[in-house]
């Protein structure tokens, strides 16, 4: 019988071949506001998980894809779904609200019991999500899935060839015929190869429905699983395993399931398979280290017969000898069961908890044969410390014959880092920690497997925790629709992939495109720019140099101006050297490929602000007069207005346009609700147009968080101007509705439109004085944070954190605490996280997801506690509010100085009460090298000098 798999998966790696059959289903087709929204977008933007929108229909269809096959869902299971998610405005605290109303626990307690009363969305509120109304498979690809002939697939291309067979011989019979062609799953590392690698496969081959390559089978020795099995889908075959078997059997199992919850997120593990990430051999695999301990075989098939080989160092270091033949397919991977006295433990370190590369990992296993603490067997194996997964073989062998204790452990780790060397210049950096991972680890596991012997259970990993949600003042709405936590203006847009981004605009006819040729090199002269290949490309227009901005070639905001392009001599790695424009966006960042430019190194290498400075340093200024007090210098002018335009039109409904930019903080929500207030009208009557400067020219800038509070009082200027002019229709008919007022005005030729300004905040500051006061008020806040951290790994857990906002009268109270907690988890990213590594070159790694890592649903707060502290004066602000924008980034610090203080704990403890210097981000490398103990002084150390790292401290 055929059964239907609904899973998430990644638009930009899944190959259009490989969906051959299979129903795709988008944001856009589960709902619309046109037809029925879904009720995960209705939630998900009710309770307010949409800011800017951008993550937004990836959450949604995470959880509808979680929903489709859990309706009821468990936390946990929540949060696995949504680990290969990121966002960076929300914090992600109302997104878990959202999803915890599909929850069995929302069936027994309110969502939002800690949230006040103004804010609780009663379940009754929610659409009801009923399984019986969800998309159906379209009966078409049904009928063809169960009829259709069975026969091998070929896409052809202009460069490359498809081949999905969909039987083993076929299969046989094509690699035979193509033996270096890659046989593709899941795309997920041939993929990002061909992307980014510039490696090209003439022809690729593609399984799709084998069933000999998805096979689960249980032996008297253990459970072999089909190659062609997603992650996903062996993570939950070893879960029911686990519920089967004795706990002594499956600990190979439970070590598995450790690493494939973290190993990247839902999306990608529904698309790599076993066989793939076994056969791709990456070095910093999660799965193969412990595969390689547990004695683990693979099955091979070719057209010559099968053959069995085992998954050790020679398979993982491709050695000719115990490696695949080109001919022969991975049918299936065989996992033995654990013995008595046998035990087995996974361990990784990264950058975050989960959907990151690990920076170490490591699987071990120890086999005893009795109670009696003799080592009989020892496997250890490592990824990210060589070019493979690196298996301590040697050092193993001697330990064996040894007792279970302190000594053996002492010697243990002096022979693994003897054999398990890391150059001090290798790739990835980071080196030192890495070595001391390598020891720290094996520490680990003879704790835990001396607990074990002691009949001790290991109290040492939790699940993922679950926040809590925040909390705010009941005292501070008032009863009118400023002050109410209103739903984000564009929320159910975002929820349905209606939102218009830059990206989805159309071209406009002879729309040309724009892509800057940048700088390689961190300090050197331009010797000679070749235009001439780039601008041969079909498509470019021109490349746009220094010499055609002759005059104009600068650019500046508040500092000294600053050099647009610089094809002369440039100062840093990315520094703008020309600008190809062309009528496509790929033909001009394929011409930008195509410029030449031929530079010579200058000394020094401008790496560190100190360089920089030595460049224009005080013997290298000059002198210049200004007609200006130096005090005032740094005072902007013509900043601080705003202006609106608001229409109001005969049937009783308002448009309301402003100058501020909508950029996800909710300007636009709270301006409808400043008119609804001023006009004293429902908000349902008031609508609002995208800023433009057709309606409002000469808008300030979007930033520095006022532009609601500024934009706020112009559309409160104008509907008060609108008011006095209709006070005397109003007067004559005051229980009349506005649309009888808008027509009676029209009838008396009364304008029905008017604009309101704000000319800024006046200042009584005395600069020379320095006595008076600069600005109207101020936003303060404060956040106290509890953490835990493992000084042998350098990993942290944030366990609570409490914020106290100082936000005036909130004007929408679920916004800016959406505000708030966004900026504080960005804060905690800046300060714990989020690492830039340069080259020594000056080149920049982190400039991806890959190797940039924000905080993950993962990273939050157990508990997360908001609270808005009562306004304590009323001031000239628009209804004595403060603009808030993400001014919270700085508390994030709190988790700093969190960790810091747990450091100099684990410090003391270790007679350790010297001055301690940590600088951020506080990354689990700084905080597992200030634990100094024996691990830390027992890895060898490099000279200075004596090699070149990989990367520098900027």
Known sequence: KLTLLHYPANACLIPICSLYGAAVTTVEGIGSTKTRIHPVQERIAKCHGTQCGFCTPGMV?????????????????????????????????????????????????????????????????????????????????????????????????????????????????????????????????????????????????????????????????????????????????????????????????????????????????????????????????????????????????????????????????????????????????????????????????????????????????????????????????????????????????????????????????????????????????????????????????????????????????????????????????PQDPVGHPIMHLSGIKHATGEAIYCDDMPAVDRELFLTFVTSSRAHAKTVSVDLSEALSLPGVVDILTEEHLHGINSFRLLTKPEKLLSTDEVFCVGELVCAVIADSEVQAKRAAQRVKIVYRDLEPLILTIEVMSSKVGPEKQISVKQERPSNSKWLPKNRGFAAALVHIYLDGSVLVTH??????????????????????????????????????????ISGGSVVADLNGLAVKDACRTLLKCLEPIISKNPGGTWKDWAQAAFDESISLSATGYFRGYESNMNWETGEGRPFEYFVYGAACSEVEIDSLTGAHKNIRTDIVMDVGCSINPALDIGQIEGAFIQGMGLYTIEEL????????????????????????????????????????????????????????CSVFFAIQDAVSAARQERGLFGPLKLNSPLTPEKIRMACEDKFTKMIPRDEPGSYVPWSVPI
């Not at 969800?134 to 009829?147: G, N």
């Not at 001023?678 to 409002?696: A, D, F, K, Q, Y």
């Not at 997801?849 to 939050?860: F, G, M, S």
């Open 61 to 477: 269809m995470s959880i509808y894809t979680l929903l489709r096959n859990h309706p009821e869902p468990t936390l946990s299971q929540l949060t696995d779904a949504l680990g290969g998610n990121l966002c960076r405005c929300t914090g992600y605290r109302p997104i878990i609200d959202a999803c915890k109303t599909f929850c069995k626990v929302s069936r027994k307690e309110h969502i939002f019991e800690y949230i006040f009363s103004s804010m609780k969305q009663n379940e009754e509120e929610f659409l009801p999500l009923d399984p019986t109304q969800e998309l159906i498979f379209p009966p078409e690809l049904m009928t063809m899935a169960e009829k259709q002939p069975q026969r091998t697939r070929i896409f052809d291309g202009d460069r490359m060839t498809w081949i999905s067979p969909v039987t083993l011989k076929e299969l046989l019979e094509t690699k035979v015929k193509y033996p270096q062609a890659p046989v593709v799953m899941g795309n997920t590392s041939v993929g990002p190869d061909v992307k980014f690698k510039g490696i090209f496969h003439p022809v690729i081959i593609s399984p799709d429905g084998i069933e000999e390559l998805s096979v689960v089978n249980y032996t008297d020795n253990g459970l072999t699983l089909g190659a062609a099995l997603s992650l996903a889908q062996v993570k939950d075959i070893l879960a029911n395993v686990i519920l089967k078997l004795p706990e002594e059997k499956t600990q190979m199992y439970h070590a598995l399931l450790k690493h494939l919850g973290t190993l990247a997120g839902s999306q990608i593990r529904n698309m790599a398979s076993l066989g793939g990430h076994i056969v791709s051999r990456h070095p910093d695999s999660d799965l193969n280290p412990l595969l390689a301990v547990g004695n683990c075989t693979l099955n091979l098939l070719s057209k010559e017969g099968k053959r069995q080989i085992p998954l050790n160092e020679q398979f993982l270091r491709k050695c000719p000898s115990a490696d695949l033949k080109p001919e022969e397919i991975l049918i299936s991977v065989n996992i033995p069961y654990l013995r008595k006295w046998e035990f087995v433990s996974a361990f990784r370190q990264a950058q975050r908890q989960q959907n990151t590369l690990a920076i170490v990992n490591s699987g071990m296993r120890v086999f005893f044969g009795g109670g009696d603490g003799i080592i009989r067997e020892l496997s250890i194996a490592y990824g990210g410390v060589g070019p493979t997964t690196i298996c301590a073989k040697n050092s193993c062998q001697k330990l064996i014959g040894r007792r279970w204790n302190e000594e053996m452990l002492d010697a243990a780790c002096r022979l693994i880092l003897d054999e398990v060397s890391l150059p001090g210049s290798a790739p990835g950096g980071r080196v030192e920690f890495r070595r001391t991972l390598i020891i720290s680890f094996l520490f680990k596991f003879y704790l835990e497997v001396s607990q074990i012997l002691k009949r001790m259970v290991s109290g040492t990993d939790h699940a993922l925790p679950f926040p809590v949600l925040g909390n705010a003042d009941p005292k501070q709405l």
């Open 837 to 892: 590594n340069y080259s020594p070159q000056g080149v920049l790694y982190t400039r991806g997801p890959n190797q940039y890592k924000i905080p993950a649903i993962c990273d939050i707060p157990t508990e997360l506690h908001v609270s808005l502290l009562p306004p304590s004066q009323n001031s000239n602000t628009l209804y004595s509010s403060k603009g808030l924008g993400e001014s919270g980034v700085f508390l994030g």
């Open 659 to 700: 100058g501020g930019i909508e950029m996800g903080q909710g300007v636009h929500t709270k301006m409808i609700q400043v008119a609804s207030r001023e006009l004293r009208m429902p908000l349902s009557n008031i609508h609002l147009r995208g800023t433009s400067t057709e309606t409002v020219p000469n808008a300030n």
